[in-house]
């Protein structure tokens, strides 16, 4: 056994409350040891001035998407798509979102990340991008059927299933490197991209895979008029006899929400994942995020695409999530700090099936350690309350996911940081280079 101190810092406990002592890690199961008063260890990692918290969750995002950060700015979501970012992503290459998701994964490892829910295209690339930069991923195919023939429907719904067979079996047979690291899921992009029988087809194969479901829902007015116009009811109804809700399941956004789909989730027991300057920056709206936590649904936090927010720092949706949510209930009691970090940590890991999310022995080793002794977080009267409103990215120190250290001093110790962003850059350019042409 190799074992890892994390020492002279203090930690998050189960509690949402900070105290000062080590944490020994056991690098070659990648799980902790011990809290509080450790053995020591045979390397260590310096914590002094840090407090040691749960490895951040992205439990929604599009990573490959870095490549577009920037691109087509301030412009309403559903011209914002159509005439930009999927014109722009038909251009994608295999390539190219290897590229977007070395950059991500950089940039997760280095604001302290640990895990992210990715749905997009091409998961074969992004899983094995996931397993080189040494973070855990819940990866699906982004299934969209919406203004496509029957042949290419048939091919999409495939393409997405059998990626979530292919992966679920090579998870379970031990064939993916870091079996835990990379989980899968069935992905149909939203409740008005993906036609009923698709959808028919999503449900019936995570339910034989005993895998979960993920889509958008409830994100535009635009997206609720219609269900409700055509068949009668609101969209989470729609979705519950259809079979998408359910307790491994969970949706993106749900802003725009009635009392009887809250009551929904909560007796399906369906996660939601706020995304908090994504909504802000489409003007999709204001989840009710104090309702869902009060109605005893389980909420993450998720930075969705790098093109709609504009960066993957959970931070910055630490301090977004509370922010809105007070502004959303008219109450500055709502979505306090301890309930945001839990949303980033445990109610996060929850959704994505993981083993982390908090600091105690036999979970996963998945932790970054935050610098308190920026100006920024001087004086400390609540290390709670900084963490969700005056801490940032580049306050993490080191990152460390099953045990091993990803970034060291801030400085990365996997992936070849100053190669990766030039490939990016290189192949952002040739991207809008080809939309545009088109």
């Not at 944490?23 to 001035?49: M, P, Q, W």
């Not at 992004?126 to 496509?148: F, Y």
């Not at 996660?271 to 869902?292: E, F, R, T, W």
């Amino acid at each position: 056994m190799t074992t890892l101190r994390i020492a002279d810092g203090r930690y998050l406990t189960p509690e949402t409350t900070v105290e000062r002592g080590d944490v020994l890690v056991d690098r070659d199961t990648g799980e902790i040891l011990s809290v509080g008063e450790v053995e020591e260890g045979e390397e260590t990692i310096d914590a002094a001035g840090c407090v040691v918290i749960p490895g951040l969750v992205n439990a929604h995002t599009h990573a490959a998407m870095t490549l577009l950060r920037g691109y087509a700015d301030d412009e309403p979501l559903e011209s914002w798509l159509r005439e930009h970012v999927w014109p722009a992503e038909a251009q994608l290459t295999a390539e190219d979102i290897r590229a977007g998701t070395d950059l991500a994964c950089c940039e997760m490892i280095r604001s302290g990340t640990t895990a992210f829910c990715d749905m997009y295209f091409e998961e074969p690339t992004v899983a094995a991008a996931v397993e080189e930069a040494g973070l855990r991923a819940l990866l699906g195919h982004g299934i969209v059927t919406v203004r496509k023939n029957e042949e290419a429907i048939t091919a999409e719904v495939e393409e997405g299933l059998s990626f979530a067979r292919e992966y679920r079996d090579a998870s379970s047979e031990g064939r993916v490197r870091g079996e835990s690291r990379v989980r899968t899921a069935c992905m149909p992009h939203s409740l008005t991209t993906v036609a009923d029988d698709a959808i028919e087809e999503c449900v019936a194969a995570a339910e034989d895979l005993g895998v979960s479901l993920h889509y958008h829902a409830n994100e535009t007015e635009r997206e609720v008029e219609p269900i409700v116009e055509e068949r009668g009811v609101r969209p989470l109804e729609y979705a519950d006899e259809r079979g998408l809700l359910g307790d491994r399941n969970f949706l993106a956004h749900g802003i725009h929400l009635d009392e009887r789909e809250i009551s929904l989730l909560a007796e399906r027991d369906t996660g939601v994942v706020h995304c908090p300057a994504s909504n802000m920056k489409l003007a999709s709206g204001m989840a009710p995020i104090q309702d869902l936590l009060d109605a005893g649904v389980t909420v993450g936090v998720g930075t969705d695409g790098a093109a709609s927010n504009n960066d993957l720092d959970l931070f910055d949706e630490l301090r977004d999530a509370a922010m809105l949510g007070k502004l959303a209930a008219d109450d500055a009691s709502a979505v306090a700090a301890p309930a945001v970090v839990e949303m980033a940590t445990r109610n996060g890991a929850e959704l994505l099936g993981l083993d982390s999310g908090s600091i105690e022995p036999g979970r996963n080793a998945d932790l970054a350690i935050v610098d308190f002794s920026a100006p920024h977080l001087t004086p400390v009267h609540d290390p709670v309350s900084h963490l969700v409103y005056a801490a940032r990215g580049s306050d993490v120190r080191h990152t460390i996911c099953d045990g091993q250290v990803l970034m060291r001093d801030r400085e990365l110790t996997i992936l070849d940081e100053d190669a990766i962003r030039a490939e990016a850059k290189q192949r952002a350019t040739r991207l809008a280079e080809r939309a545009e042409s088109e």
